[in-house]
T-cell receptor, first 109, second 117 residues
Framework: GQNIDQPTEMTATEGAIVQINCTYQ??????LFWYQQHAGEAPTFLSY??LDGLEEKGRFSSFLSRSKGYSYLLLKELQMKDSASYLC??????????WGAGTKLIIKP | GAVVSQHPSWVICKSGTSVKIECRSL??????MFWYRQFPKQSLMLMAT?????????EQGVEKDKFLINHASLTLSTLTVTSAHPEDSSFYIC?????????????FGQGTRLTVV
């Protein structure tokens, strides 16, 4: 079956760094997305990885290891506004998005 | 990125009535749109895949007679919740995919908060 796993909730301190992990098992693989979702709002795109390695985009970076079925989202210099849910989604062989349950990130002052 | 507009943002309706939610792709043609439902503190749950000019494909457990989907044009898909009940209260989100090269990014509408009283 297809499965995406990510932690349910994480807590971090303002100004610190946090890494949110995501492991996936899908039939075929055509990339992995990370989305940010604030409560009551639609998800917004953060990153897309299809090749192994780290992609950096400002304070956010995303890493992918296809051989391990593993990705992480790295958030640096955390700000209070980063408090949100972070969803990873794998693209399977039919180009369908398989969504994780999301990781709720709580930022404390 | 591409823009997807969803309307209304929130709606309150009486039990037994029907509610229509619109999803429009404003600057690209979306041959396929997706409808999701999200309960509090839970992930997106795909309800159905809407293809322009053909019948929607519903996920297992989703009643197609209750959640009517119409995708009449390349820029508009509608979801009608018929005979709504309080348990239908949820956050409904539409999404359109833009297939550009290897990227199949999903662009989301703003979501519709439905409350059935």
């Amino acid at each position: 079956g297809q499965n995406i796993d990510q932690p349910t909730e994480m807590t971090a301190t303002e100004g610190a760094i946090v890494q949110i992990n995501c492991t996936y098992q899908t039939s075929g693989f055509n990339g992995l997305f990370w989305y940010q979702q604030h409560a009551g709002e639609a998800p917004t795109f953060l990153s897309y990885n299809v090749l192994d390695g780290l992609e950096e985009k400002g304070r956010f970076s995303s890493f992918l290891s296809r051989s391990k079925g593993y990705s992480y989202l790295l958030l640096k210099e955390l700000q209070m506004k980063d408090s949100a849910s972070y969803l990873c989604a794998s693209v399977d062989s039919n180009y369908q998005l398989i969504w994780g349950a999301g990781t709720k990130l709580i930022i404390k002052p | 990125g591409a823009v997807v507009s969803q309307h209304p943002s929130w709606v309150i309706c009486k039990s037994g009535t029907s509610v229509k939610i619109e999803c429009r792709s404003l600057d690209f043609q979306a041959t396929t749109m997706f409808w999701y439902r999200q309960f509090p503190k839970q992930s997106l749950m795909l309800m159905a895949t809407s293809n322009e000019g053909s019948k929607a494909t519903y996920e297992q457990g989703v009643e197609k007679d209750k959640f009517l989907i119409n995708h009449a044009s390349l820029t508009l898909s509608t979801l009608t919740v018929t005979s709504a009940h309080p348990e239908d209260s949820s956050f409904y989100i539409c999404s359109a995919r833009s297939f550009t090269g290897m990227s199949t990014e999903a662009f989301f509408g703003q979501g519709t908060r439905l409350t059935v009283v």
